[in-house]
């Protein structure tokens, strides 16, 4: 069965460095997105993509985040100067359409700032 | 990817038994929902949907029931196996606001052998 893929699976950056985090979407799907989950808390939206552009993004995304898709396979989010509130699990999902379909995740980036 | 929260409601089960989780959904225009399971270390994972003109939808072990009234969604989980022991969260979104999914806290479902 096809799956979502994020590299690296952990990653530990220091505060105030730029950290880029990867994901491989389904090949046939159209949609893209990144959440996060801080430790204890509930997953949050934080941007979704679609033709090449940002459809939706939350609060949470602000200047210091960005996201792209660099050739026909990755995904990418990049967080240019890293806070320690950054940290915190990074899961990206596809879906084949927008409307009415299931996202499907990848097993995550867990992101440890210090 | 675990989402180890101190105040995550518990259900534990006997093996074999049926599971029945809640969850209180917020916006009244959502119209699409998805459950997940997470299990430890590992991402949300798709177990059913149900589009907001439907209030029962079944799958394989799995049943969805979506009362829009009281903006409520259970997920019912026949003869529960310690492969089902996760942490069970509950989505909703507006095709409208970006496809954006919007997750519930999560129920630990814990399987008894």
């Known amino acids: 069965e096809p799956e979502v893929t994020q590299t690296p699976s952990h990653q530990v950056t220091q505060m105030g460095q730029e950290v880029i985090l990867r994901c491989v979407p389904i090949s046939n799907h159209l949609y893209f997105y990144w959440y996060r989950q801080i430790l204890g808390q509930k997953v949050e939206f934080l941007v979704s993509f679609y033709n090449n552009e940002i459809s939706e993004k939350s609060e949470i995304f602000d200047d210091q985040f960005s996201v792209e898709r660099p050739d026909g396979s990755n995904f990418t989010l990049k967080i240019r100067s890293t806070k320690l509130e950054d940290s915190a699990m990074y899961f990206c999902?596809?879906?084949?359409?927008?409307?009415?379909?299931?996202?499907?995740f990848g097993d995550g980036t867990r992101l440890s700032i210090l | 990817g675990e989402s180890v929260g101190l105040h995550l409601p518990t259900l534990s089960v006997q093996e074999g038994d049926n599971s029945i989780i809640n969850c209180a959904y917020s916006n009244s225009a959502s119209d699409y929902f998805i459950w997940y399971k997470q299990e430890s270390g590992k991402g949300p994972q798709f177990i059913i949907d149900?589009?907001?003109?439907?209030d029962k939808r079944q799958g394989q072990r799995v049943t969805v029931l979506l009362n829009k009234t009281v903006k409520h969604l259970s997920l019912q989980i026949a003869a529960t196996q310690p492969g089902d022991s996760a942490v069970y969260f509950c989505a909703e979104t507006l095709a409208a606001a970006g496809n954006k999914l919007t997750f519930g806290g999560g129920t630990r479902v814990l399987v008894k052998p």
């Open positions: 999902a596809s879906s084949e359409w927008g409307a009415d379909q299931p996202q499907h």
């Open positions: 149900i589009r907001s003109n439907m």
